[in-house]
């Protein structure tokens, strides 16, 4: 008896494990709940499949497309199996592992979000990726049409390759590259571009333009005015007072060897910009904003900034800057490092008529306010935590308010200048503006107060050091005094002025300069 119940007992175990593992295939890798057999196709496979299935793929080429419509699919493939076919994906948090897929990716009849490739090579390059997307142009289509067939709030993502052609963004969508496509501006005269049209043209709020390589125009065979000019030659522009663009994660780059335009045209009353993560190579202008232009928002930025003379004038003329706003409210530089090419110039660009636009970021609010009537605004600015380098100034300012604070402002011509008076360009006074924990260090000019309101302009708790003519010089017209206290100059014994401090051993400081006290080590 004791046999008999020990044998029936054994025989209910084994038939309790057969009902628990009928749910899956005993010694299949990575776990896989179903396999593709010789003689099978993954479809076949796929179409008896439940959601959330592993499919184990054998090396192999498998001709045919294959549409992938359960959710949680996992195709996983070892020795990197061919499919010789397009893919379609209408399911969603499908991933492909291991896999080759040589004809393109189809969302018809339906998108996909959260589709995964893991070391899978498409389009002909090998991805680890996650997209989600409601259409997908591939190599051989034009990313237009799939604008064009797009609703409002899609995802349209952009396989690897390079398109040429000319964008008009109408509707608010995402444009989104997948392993950074190209997008060649260069040629605009084949894409039959005027002047005044951006490559990419923005036309809708809410647009993001994410991921992609775009190579500009070079301008420098085109004329002096058209050269220096921001309203030219864009690859991005936002006009129509089109809101709320995003433009983030992206490459700008000039063609091999050359200079290229504008990287970003913000037009006339286009407002809640936002250009971040990107880098910015070799381009003239790199965010260019016009009239009435506010919450624009640039951060976590590398620009790498070139610059292009004209020495033949009878005074010399230079282009190339970061940011340049001419007129709007809360402009927000935050995080980036501005790198220019101020060691290779030739010109003379300390002459007083000479025209030097190689900047970090600059603002014009208070000269296009006064001298063109447009819309008496504070043009508020805040520029943090940036690095601007090799420059002839790192910061201009013709804003009503706001504040400098905590970047590094090093090696160039000037760090910061504070309006200018001008027979020639530019004349404005800046107001309203705290200049605070910055390192402005080893310019030629510290700070150059050239024209400003005293009323709430300040300069304190800054290390102004190293710089070789002036840590400060006041040429206001009205000889009002610059307070700049509690700075730090170099030396205990404070900044250096031939009557005021004549033992001072630290930065220079012109008349109208009020340096005392001043602080007696660094700030931190």
Not at 382 to 405: C, K, P, Q, W
Not at 432 to 456: C, H, V, Y
Request: hydrophobic share 40%.
């Amino acid at each position: 008896m004791v046999r008999n119940w020990r044998f029936w007992g054994i025989l209910m175990v084994l038939g309790w494990l057969g009902f628990v593992l009928s749910g899956c295939v005993a010694g299949l890798p990575f776990g896989a709940n179903l396999m593709v057999h010789p003689g099978e196709t993954i479809q076949e496979v796929i179409n008896q499949a439940s959601p959330g299935f592993i499919i184990y793929v054998p090396p192999g080429t498998y001709p045919g497309n294959v549409t992938i419509d359960k959710d949680g699919i996992t195709l996983k493939g070892e020795g990197t199996p061919k499919i010789e076919g397009d893919l379609i994906v209408t399911g969603d948090n499908v991933t492909l592992d291991g896999l080759e897929i040589t004809g393109n990716l189809e969302t018809v009849p339906g998108s996909f979000k959260n589709l995964t490739l893991i070391n899978t090579i498409i389009w002909g390059v090998t991805l680890n990726i996650t997209l989600s997307c409601d259409a997908v142009v591939n190599p051989d289509e034009a990313i237009q049409d799939a604008i064009d067939a797009a609703a409002a709030g899609d995802i349209v993502c952009v396989a690897p390759g390079t398109y040429r052609e000319a964008i008009i963004v109408n509707k608010s969508l995402t444009l989104k590259g997948a392993s950074k496509p190209i997008i060649d501006c260069s040629d605009r005269a084949t894409l039959g571009l005027a002047k005044t049209d951006g490559c990419i043209e923005v036309t809708a709020d809410n647009v993001i333009i994410q991921g992609f390589k775009l190579i500009g125009y070079d301008p420098t065979g085109e004329s002096w005015s058209d050269q220096k000019s921001s309203s030219y030659y864009a690859t991005i522009k936002v006009t129509n007072g089109a809101d709320g663009l995003k433009v983030k994660d992206n490459e700008f780059m000039a063609p091999p060897g050359g200079k290229a335009a504008v990287a970003l045209l913000v037009d006339d009353d286009s407002d809640n910009v936002e250009f971040s993560s990107n880098t910015v190579t070799n381009f003239l202008q790199g965010v260019a904003g016009h009239k009435s232009v506010d919450n624009l928002l640039v951060e976590d930025n590398e620009f790498i900034i070139p610059i292009a003379e004209n020495t033949s004038l009878d005074h010399d003329q230079a282009i190339g800057y970061g940011v340049q706003l001419w007129h709007g409210n809360n402009l927000q530089v935050i995080n980036n490092t501005f790198t220019g090419s101020w060691n290779t110039v030739t010109g003379d660009y300390e002459d007083p008529d000479a025209l030097c636009n190689h900047y970090a970021v600059s603002t014009f609010t208070t000269y296009f306010a006064s001298a063109f009537g447009w819309p008496d605004i504070v043009g508020d600015i805040h520029i943090r935590d940036n690095e601007m380098t090799n420059l002839y100034l790192g910061v201009g300012s013709f804003a009503g308010g706001g504040e400098i604070e905590d970047n590094e402002i090093h090696d160039n011509l000037i760090g910061i200048q504070l309006g200018q008076v001008s027979g020639t360009w530019a004349t404005a006074p800046t107001a309203g503006l705290s200049i605070t924990g910055n390192d402005i260090e080893n310019n030629k000019r510290g700070i150059w107060a050239q024209s400003f309101e005293p009323d709430g302009i300040a300069a304190h708790f800054n290390n102004i050091v190293g710089n070789t003519e002036y840590g400060v010089i006041n040429e206001d017209p009205e000889n009002d005094v610059f307070d700049a206290t509690n700075n730090w100059w170099g030396d205990a014994s404070g900044p250096y002025h031939p009557d005021t401090n004549p033992d001072g051993t630290g930065d220079a400081v012109s008349d109208n300069v009020n340096f005392t006290p001043w602080l007696t080590e660094p700030v931190p």
